[in-house]
């Protein structure tokens, strides 16, 4: 019913900058909340940032100053722009979607398949 597909990953050095994309596509009636989180080897999966639909956001401390979160309503879309990259920061970056696909219907969350981040000299 709903697709999530991410891009934009890649090898970085550190203090470098990437930038994801994760668009959302099927039967959407509306988004709510969208957001990315990531899984490092061994490590559980964690949220990196969030946005709600009106533009609110919230991040993870370890990434503040260093990562803004973004949407594009019109193209159902949220952004992650990564700066000041640390080798920390690698991992696989998925994104979510909390959608809505029809009226008086339960919102669901939908997860993108994973980008991989890779931050290395």
């Known amino acids: 019913q709903v697709q999530l597909v991410e891009s934009g990953g890649g090898l970085v050095q550190p203090g470098g900058s990437l930038r994801l994309s994760c668009a959302a596509s099927?039967?959407?009636?509306?988004?709510?909340?969208m957001g990315w989180h990531r899984q490092a080897p061994g490590k559980q999966r964690e949220l990196v940032a969030h946005?709600?639909?009106?533009?609110?956001?919230n991040y993870a401390d370890s990434v503040k100053g260093r990562f803004t979160i973004s949407r594009d309503n019109a193209k159902n879309t949220v952004y992650l722009e990564m700066n000041s990259l640390k080798p920390e920061d690698t991992a696989v970056y998925y994104c979510?979607?909390?959608?809505?696909?029809?009226?008086?219907?339960?919102?669901?969350?939908?997860w993108g398949q994973g980008t991989q981040v890779t931050v290395s000299s």
């Open positions: 979510n979607a909390v959608v809505r696909v029809g009226i008086g219907i339960r919102a669901n969350d939908y």
């Open positions: 946005i709600t639909s009106g533009g609110s956001t």
């Open positions: 099927g039967r959407i009636f509306s988004i709510n909340a």
